[in-house]
């Protein structure tokens, strides 16, 4: 419930689905030992899966990583 809370407490940075993946795939599925430790792993979560897989509009709808591959591809 903790880390749930902390999820909660920020809406404006994802959109719901995305708090429920948030939820889903990390929260319901991990004991934390304290708020802490939640934090830290939420933020892990954000930089190595959201930040880097979602569609982003400023990059034409592609992902960080297909837009880098695109602009190494020339």
Known sequence: ???????????????S???SD?????V???KFKSREEAMQEIFEW????YN???LHSALNYLTPEEYE????AG
């Open 52 to 54: 880097k897989k979602r």
């Open 1 to 15: 419930k903790q880390a749930e809370a902390l999820v909660d407490t920020k809406p404006k940075l994802f959109d």
């Open 28 to 30: 319901y599925r991990k």
């Open 69 to 72: 591959e695109m602009a190494l």
């Open 46 to 49: 954000i930089e190595t899966w």
């Open 22 to 26: 948030l939820k889903t795939e990390l």
């Open 17 to 19: 689905s995305k708090v």
